[in-house]
């Protein structure tokens, strides 16, 4: 007692320092300090240097505030009994720096751990939940879905542990080998479909145009033939006309000379022979070389004269 009675200002400045620096905390960026008087939630502290009543007041936990990442690896089973396997990246925070939120993320799990599990844990189950009612063969392009699906039912009870769902990306879905083997074949068989629908297309769109070609051109053919026809047509005419305007001259001016226009009509005869020697390249042609003969085409050569002079 003699010592403590020697020594009570020594003793009472020590207890007075320890209390002055127990008042003070600091709290870093980034996280917020939860205090507790007696195990009992008292209140908050934001990041900085705080006070807090030494000896009574305790900081029970720092809550990080900051964005957490936790990859997943699990098994579903689809409605037709396919094994699907995913890896998944699952990105969350504490949902706001509301006092009440806080006090939340403090005292709702024991640990971090058993947040992390319970997290874990419901995120595999709303996967599982919905991939046991799609069938293997639409699994693949539904990730989009699955996200959607599983932030609606998540985000409930994260809300509850004063927790928000950020992101969840869907990183590789895989199946087992035989699944992809076969789903290989089905690509492949159906890639090899569209490639023989495509070249019957193309043949037959080919074939379609070549006919068209071959019906334009049968059809330009006949055009002009048709206008072939219709102008040598008109060039015989006008021959014929040409001809018969010139024996008319001739045979007026044999009669004004007192010439028989008989000589006209042998000089065709024999015109009409020797083109027949010249340019009949071989070709054999009978003409009947007789008086009577002769005067039988000279009455026909006549007979056409007088049917051209009537038109």
Do not use: C
Request: hydrophobic letters at 45%.
């Amino acid at each position: 007692m003699d010592f403590i009675a020697e020594n009570f200002n020594i003793i009472f400045l020590v207890l007075l320092a320890l209390a002055f620096l127990g008042s003070f905390v600091t709290v870093n960026q980034g996280f917020i300090g939860v205090v507790t008087m007696f195990g009992k939630y008292r209140r908050i502290l934001r990041p900085g240097l705080r006070m807090k009543i030494p000896f009574i007041e305790k900081i029970y936990k720092k809550i990080s505030i900051q964005n957490r990442s936790v990859e997943l690896e699990f098994q579903a089973v689809t409605i037709d009994q396919a094994n699907v396997y995913f890896k998944s990246m699952l990105l969350y925070s504490v949902q706001n720096e509301n006092a009440e939120t806080i006090q939340k993320v403090a005292f709702k799990f024991i640990s971090d751990k058993d947040l992390m599990q319970a997290l874990v844990r419901t995120i595999e189950g709303n996967i599982r939940a919905f991939v046991a009612t799609r069938r293997q063969s639409e699994i693949l392009g539904l990730r989009r879905d699955i996200v959607e699906f599983v932030k609606q039912h998540v985000d409930l009870s994260l809300e509850d542990w004063g927790y928000h769902l950020q992101d969840l990306q869907i990183n590789d879905i895989t199946f087992d080998q035989a699944i992809i083997d076969s789903m290989s074949k089905v690509v492949a068989s159906n890639n090899l479909k569209a490639a023989a629908e495509n070249e019957g297309q193309a043949l037959l769109i080919t074939k379609t145009k070549a006919a068209e070609a071959e019906g334009n051109s049968i059809k330009i053919a006949a055009e002009a033939e048709r206008q072939a026809a219709q102008l040598r047509g008109q060039g015989v005419a006008l021959f014929r006309e040409e001809v018969a305007k010139g024996m008319s001259q001739a045979a007026a001016e044999m009669k004004q000379a007192n010439l028989d226009t008989n000589v006209i009509l042998f000089s065709m005869w024999t015109e009409a022979i020797k083109n027949f020697a010249e340019y009949g390249k071989g070709n054999v042609i009978f003409l009947d070389g007789s008086s009577d003969g002769m005067e039988k085409t000279m009455r026909q050569i006549m007979a056409m004269q007088q049917m051209e002079s009537k038109r």
